[in-house]
């Protein structure tokens, strides 16, 4: 996994060192080495190379950090640093992350692990990190100012404590932390139970991915980080359909999807074919009872969420955040609605001012994700995609669940797209279709008599005159 | 100004094809495109009756001929 970059990287690092005398040779022996990702693509599941077995995640376009054992300390090494994210292919943004990516690493460790975490700040300010729904000590809970000194730019500090309950979580800073987090500072954590435990299921697969949101305005890199709802890329961990990859399961596999929302809004996170269950919280493992089917849950600002099925049903699965403005890439939430505005009549006088117009919107807005259409520099089509049958017209946070018989155990490929068995795709009816008959009773309770069809205008008062009163 | 708004269109074209905004937008901004190029030409006319202005101010006392006189009256300038 050290890539040239990496090289590079730890190049400078010994670079300083020589050039500050002051810093001991021997202390910066002592941290563990610093492995960072150049690219967007999901790493395949990290198996544990020493301490407890599990079975590990994967994190969507994504991937673990690799750590160093120490006298049976788990020990990781973090740096936040200013990186370029590729949003889906044809749009990087700048954001700041860590080691090389945004989110950062996923961090794996089983419950009662000693975890010793080394974070050096390479961004332009100070930092912290805070490790979201973890008991520990009051000093490593990583609140600015409450807890802990800010990490200086430049410097490098320590945490360290007991993983001490299994379950889902995060990491974020909590220093600056509106800015830092608008600009994708966030990581996800994972503590595997050490032993069976009752409530928490043997999963063939494990998905997880933290919900993010950017506001990026058209042409430009930088997220606009005082944006507070009116966000314009949806995003899973900093990626945006059609860049988000699949989630590829074999028929018949137990799955797990870990998710955490760290936007500013609530996300209903919508699978097709299946029925899951919320298995756990950031608060850990739900207890059975209060366990029923669904096929959406609201996962609220701040929260996790943490979905068990079985994934027994063939095919290409939508999965997605049911707020249809969410499945959009950047869009204008201000332009007008043109449906039902013939406006044919005046293309020909626009034309003359604007000679590049075109109508659109008129008839509804799918032209715009079958047309491709010059657009500004880096930014992503509202919506996009193509599918076996057409375009999927789609953006932000969607993604595909595809179930196969003949995934293999372990293969987290993509299998390609799903062929649909003879007689089991809706077809065009080319039958005579009867007019529809429609009721002229106005209804009972407190509806009109219908009577005589009135015909009516709405009405418009326009303001300005004060006549009428 | 002119190819600055010029710029300003273009980029506002491909706006409107990402649906980012609207029509009325692109008609706003072809406006203000005409204004630009209009107050561009008033500008241009400004600077040459100033600079009429100028160079007849630079001639001095009129002590000129009956011929010079009558072209400077008829063209707003007096040519070399």
């Given at each position: 996994m050290t890539t040239r970059r990496d090289f590079f990287k730890n190049l400078g690092m010994a670079g300083g060192a020589v050039a500050a005398a002051s810093v001991s040779s021997v202390a910066l022996a002592a941290l563990p080495e610093l492995v960072s990702m150049d690219n967007p693509d999901t790493a395949s599941p990290l198996t544990p190379p020493n301490g407890r077995p599990y079975n590990p995640v994967v994190t969507l376009n994504g991937w673990t950090l690799p750590w160093r054992m120490n006298n049976g300390v788990k020990e990781f090494h973090l740096v936040a640093e200013p990186v370029v994210r590729e949003i889906a292919p044809g749009m990087k943004a700048h954001l700041w992350g860590y080691n090389g990516q945004s989110p950062g690493p996923t961090i794996e460790v089983v419950e009662g692990d000693r975890v010793r975490i080394f974070v050096t700040n390479r961004l332009p300010e100070h930092t912290t990190i805070h490790w979201h729904g973890q008991r520990l000590p009051s000093g490593m809970d990583?609140?600015?100012?409450l807890n802990q000194k800010q990490i200086p730019v430049g410097k490098t500090f320590v945490y360290e404590f007991v993983a001490r309950r299994p379950g889902t979580f995060m990491y974020h800073p909590h220093a600056d932390e509106m800015t830092q987090m608008a600009m994708g500072m966030m990581g996800f954590w994972v503590t595997h139970p050490k032993e069976r435990h009752p409530l928490i299921e043997t999963v063939d697969r494990d998905f997880c991915f933290l919900l993010n949101a950017y506001d990026i305005?058209?042409?430009?890199?930088?997220?606009?980080?005082?944006?507070?709802?009116?966000?314009?890329l949806w995003t899973w961990n900093s990626r945006s359909f059609p860049g988000i990859d699949s989630l590829n399961v074999r028929k018949g596999d137990k799955v797990r999807i870990r998710i955490g929302n760290l936007t500013m809004t609530n996300h209903p996170m919508h699978l097709h074919g299946h029925e899951f269950v919320v298995s756990g919280t950031d608060g850990g493992p739900t207890p059975i009872g209060s366990r029923w089917p669904e096929v959406t849950t609201d996962v609220a600002v701040g929260q996790m969420r943490q979905l068990d099925f079985l994934a027994d049903e063939e095919g290409d699965w939508a999965f997605h955040?049911?707020?249809?403005?969410?499945?959009?890439?950047?869009?204008?939430?201000d332009v007008p609605t043109m449906i039902g505005v013939d406006h044919r009549g005046v293309v020909k006088q626009i034309t003359d001012l604007i000679p590049d117009y075109m109508v659109m919107g008129?008839?509804?807005?799918a032209d715009m994700g079958e047309m491709e259409m010059p657009i500004p520099d880096n930014t992503l089509p509202m919506m996009t995609g193509q599918g076996p049958y057409g375009a999927v017209e789609m953006g932000g946070m969607f993604s595909v669940l595809k179930v196969r018989r003949?995934?293999?155990?372990g293969d987290y490929r993509d299998p390609g797209w799903y062929k649909q068995p003879k007689n089991t795709q809706a077809y065009e009816w080319t039958g005579p279709v009867a007019a529809a008959t429609r009721s002229h009773d106005a209804g009972k309770g407190a509806m009109r008599p219908a009577g005589k069809a009135q015909s009516q205008e709405v009405v418009v008062r326009k303001p300005g005159s004060h006549g009428q009163h | 100004m002119v190819p600055l708004n010029k710029r300003i269109s273009d980029e506002n074209m491909l706006r409107y094809n990402g649906m980012l905004i609207g029509v009325f937008d692109l008609l706003a901004d072809a406006r203000t495109q005409i204004g630009s190029v209009n107050s561009y030409i008033e500008t241009l006319r400004d600077f040459w009756i100033a600079r009429g202005d100028l160079e007849m101010a630079m001639i001095g006392?009129?002590?000129?001929n009956a011929s010079a006189r009558a072209t400077i009256a008829a063209t707003g300038r007096a040519d070399h």
């Open positions: 990583g609140v600015g100012g305005d058209p042409g430009s890199y930088t997220p606009k980080v005082n944006t507070m709802l009116d966000f314009n955040c049911h707020k249809s403005h969410h499945t959009m890439n950047a869009m204008g939430h008129e008839r509804g807005m003949d995934q293999k155990p | 006392k009129p002590s000129l």
